[in-house]
């Protein structure tokens, strides 16, 4: 790496410390992780085997330093560093491209300063640690002597160091998150492309190792965690633990509206929303266009950022979308005119480009596939999307489009801060965590909490009192039981309370896919069974809190 790309990384790291997130509501997954890590549960979950382990470790390493806290901060810190370096490592992929400055830049700028990269850079999440490992990867394939020379005059067996070593790092990074095993593929066709001219049975072998060795570690920490920690003790069980929520399918079934949605959810990826939910009419179309997806959090930050700056961020984010749209038909006329051309001897770009492409389409299928609406998946298209435009318009020499790309990264990353990411620094923007405070305020040691508001909000009640949560998007059943083992407790261990939302959850997350288990009308039923039972603790705004006291009758018959 060289020294500008690694002054990229430390201006990156520096930003990314600066605006570690303080509202947690996008980062939907994030306090369930830190709780985990904090108490050292669930530590390997089967679509990020390796990520909260990684996490408990920081987190040991900042308690040895004398630091107090829970998981939350040692956590970030490592997204953090891994966005951070993850940026150098694409500027100096760039400049090894030989890709002007102004323009390597740009291309990092743009990636890192997009809405999904630079949130979730300051966020305890799975999306960005995998990112480093597999841009190194991909950094040790293209080292290769065939890079350098036109590929078909001057083949060259792949070094058998570096694809173990890559497929290693590919490995590490689809078990720090299952969606990044797809970059495999493109790396595999890295180096059938860069063999090219040599025998057939020759061009497979380093595709062949690399996927067999790289598979070979990923089953082998899989088997390992399954045997060793979890408990699995049979090959049906053993399947049906590693393949998680994919057994289930898809979460989104495809639909002609499915394009549209990866669309927006791809443009979620790249843009922070919040801006424009400030205005009350966008935010009614949005809502009403969109009833299954929860955007009372984003209009809530929204209306607590101060005018100037949404009118900042608004201005900043449209120019950026005019710039996007000046520069794409450019874009696409170089990458269409460009096709077959006879490539320079040195340059790397045709097979890089080629690369990226392939991990766009990849990536972008997945994400269209299973839940197209959903930014977190579209983060792995970002860098490759920035990277081939970048290199597009090097290939082409197209002055006007550098500056069009500049300006576009410059613009993004502005409206981004101003609208999204500075405001998240300031906890007082954090819907769950108003939402969730009278509960807390009345919390005690041993509380075991049956609510609604979805996971978004079992997490914030689990960090932040510390205790258990039964939510009603469960199964009924399993909640009537879990229930009646709370019952059981001693006092002494702890209430069991109750909240209103369970029969009328929050303004502005009814509709939401995250509830789509609950049933009112089953609660209704439960505490008309159980109100003799219920005291009355707290009510404020729209929730009420009930301390359910046993012993309990049998509710088992309640269901309508």
Excluded at 149 to 163: D, E, L, T
Excluded at 229 to 236: A, I, K, M, P, T
Aim: hydrophobic content about 50%; aromatic content about 10%.
């Amino acid at each position: 790496m060289n020294r500008h790309s690694a002054g990229i990384g430390l201006a990156a790291l520096v930003v990314f410390l600066l605006t570690l997130s303080n509202n947690h509501t996008e980062a939907e997954d994030a306090l369930r992780y830190v709780v985990d890590v904090t108490r050292g549960d669930e530590l390997f979950h089967p679509h990020h085997l390796l990520f909260a382990a990684v996490g408990r470790v920081a987190y040991q390493g900042w308690l040895a330093l004398g630091l107090d806290g829970d998981a939350l901060r040692p956590m970030q810190l490592l997204s953090a560093v891994s966005g951070a370096v993850a940026a150098a490592l694409l500027h100096a992929i760039c400049i090894r491209a030989g890709t002007s400055r102004m323009l390597a830049a740009s291309v990092t700028l743009a990636t890192a300063g997009s809405f999904g990269f630079w949130l979730y850079s300051v966020e305890a999440e799975t999306y960005i640690l995998p990112l480093p490992w597999i841009l190194v990867a991909y950094g040790l394939l293209l080292t290769r002597p065939s890079t350098v020379a036109i590929p078909a005059a001057s083949p060259a067996p792949a070094c058998a160091i570096r694809v173990s070593l890559a497929a290693l790092c590919l490995s590490f990074a689809a078990l720090l998150h299952q969606q990044s095993v797809l970059y495999f593929f493109p790396a595999a066709l890295l180096l059938w492309w860069q063999a090219e001219g040599m025998p057939a049975r020759q061009r497979l072998r380093a595709p062949v190792a690399l996927l067999g060795l790289g598979g070979a570690a990923c089953l082998g920490a899989y088997i390992w965690v399954a045997v060793q920690s979890v408990g699995v003790q049979s090959l049906d069980g053993f399947l049906n633990w590693m393949l998680g929520y994919a057994s289930d399918g898809p979460w989104e079934p495809w639909s002609l509206k499915t394009p549209l949605m990866a669309l927006i959810g791809l443009a979620r990826a790249l843009v922070g929303i919040h801006a424009f939910l400030g205005f009350e009419g966008l935010y009614s179309l949005a809502h009403d266009s969109f009833p299954q997806v929860i955007l009372a959090e984003e209009h809530f930050q929204a209306l607590r950022t101060a005018p100037a700056q949404r009118v900042l961020a608004f201005t900043a984010l449209a120019t950026s979308g005019v710039l996007a749209m000046s520069l794409l038909p450019r874009v696409l006329r170089h990458f269409f005119a460009g096709r077959g051309a006879r490539v320079a001897a040195g340059g790397r770009s045709p097979i890089l480009l080629r690369v990226a492409i392939v991990a766009i389409l990849v990536q972008a299928g997945f994400a269209t596939a299973w839940e197209a609406y959903n930014p977190e998946f579209w983060i792995a298209v970002i860098p490759w999307l920035m990277l081939s435009v970048g290199l597009i318009i090097h290939r082409q020499r197209d002055r006007l489009g550098t500056w069009l790309f500049a300006g576009f990264a410059a613009a993004l990353t502005v409206g981004n801060a101003s609208g999204s990411i500075l405001p998240m620094t300031d906890p007082k923007t954090d819907f769950w965590l108003e939402q969730t405070a009278p509960a807390r305020s009345v919390a005690m040691p041993g509380d075991v909490w049956l609510t609604l508001g979805g996971y978004i909000s079992d997490g914030y009640l689990s960090r932040h009192t510390g205790e258990r949560v039964i939510s009603a998007t469960e199964p009924y059943s399993e909640v009537l039981e879990r229930i009646t083992l709370a019952a059981q407790r001693s006092p002494a261990r702890g209430r069991l309370l109750v909240s209103s939302w369970i029969i009328d959850p929050p303004a502005g997350v009814r509709a939401s896919r995250q509830l789509i288990r609950w049933k009112a009308d089953n609660y209704r039923g439960l505490l008309d069974c159980y109100q003799s039972h219920l005291q009355p603790l707290l009510k404020s705004g729209d929730q009420t809190l009930w301390h359910l006291q046993g012993p309990l009758p049998d509710c088992r018959d309640t269901t309508p």
